[in-house]
């Protein structure tokens, strides 16, 4: 095997993907999270909450079981996700899929059975085309090879071309991603996983999830690539 460029620092990698092992294990790690949003759960409140729920999940559960994400929304991650979305630097997408799938093995579903079925957050037309490519399927495409589980791409149509939710306040990032989903069929009794690049505030996330659900999906799971957490 041709030894490669490593994307994070340009050195030679040996590995079958294109990172260098002092750059794999210089990449953060997602601190203590609530299994259901994985948004940052003091270390505190593991020892007399044993299901590992954050008190946001409690009051309002989110239409979704459990959210597992690869690392925490810093750098190196951030550039990562700018330079796949933006700069078209699709070699990215062959390192998070495998990080994912040695993930996915190792650890998340170490003791409980695959989901049927994966479906990656769809882009609006619009933005399809603009971008020539939806970074959630191009992630998801390699996970779904690797265990044999379809990718429904065309099941959930994205109907609004919302705005970048990156640019809103907190209020206006909710009202712009409602509605935005609508399903063409039906997934009832499906155990679904749903990936996408980011989750920060969950907006987009929640409102997709709660048009599968309504469409009968029973179990949900969450696969993203970076997840902001509010630390402190
Ligand atoms: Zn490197
Ligand atoms: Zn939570």
């Known amino acids: 095997m041709l030894p490669s460029t490593c994307l994070f620092c340009g050195g030679i ?62 750098f190196p991650i951030i550039e ?6 933006f700069q078209h630097q699709l070699g990215y997408t062959k390192v998070l899929a495998t990080l994912f799938i040695q993930r ?21 037309d619009k933005r399809l085309q603009h971008r020539g490519f939806n970074q959630a ?26 705005q970048a939710q990156s640019r809103l306040s907190s209020i206006d990032r909710q009202t712009n991603v409602a509605n935005a989903f609508v399903a063409k069929r039906s997934y009832t009794g499906m155990t679904i996983a ?8 969950g907006y987009t996330i929640t409102e997709f999830c709660r048009v599968i659900r309504q469409s009968g999906a029973k179990n949900i799971d969450v696969w993203c690539c970076a997840r902001n957490q509010k630390l402190g």
């Open 13 to 74: 990698c040996l590995f079958s993907i294109p990172i260098c092992s002092p750059c794999l294990k210089g990449l953060p790690i997602l601190a203590h999270s609530c299994e259901q949003c994985a948004e940052y759960l003091h270390p505190s409140l593991l020892s007399n909450n044993k299901s590992r729920i954050c008190g946001a999940c409690l009051a309002y559960p989110p239409p979704f079981d459990h959210t597992f994400a690869l690392f925490p929304y810093c």
């Open 80 to 85: 990562v996700i700018t330079k796949l979305k």
């Open 104 to 124: 996915i093995l190792q650890s998340w579903y170490k003791n409980k059975s695959l989901p049927d079925l994966i479906l990656p957050i769809p882009l609006h």
């Open 137 to 162: 399927y191009e992630i998801a495409k390699p996970i779904a090879k690797a265990f044999m589980i379809p990718v429904d791409f065309t099941g959930v149509k994205r109907i609004k071309n919302t």
């Open 194 to 201: 749903v990936i996408d690049d980011v989750m920060t505030t």
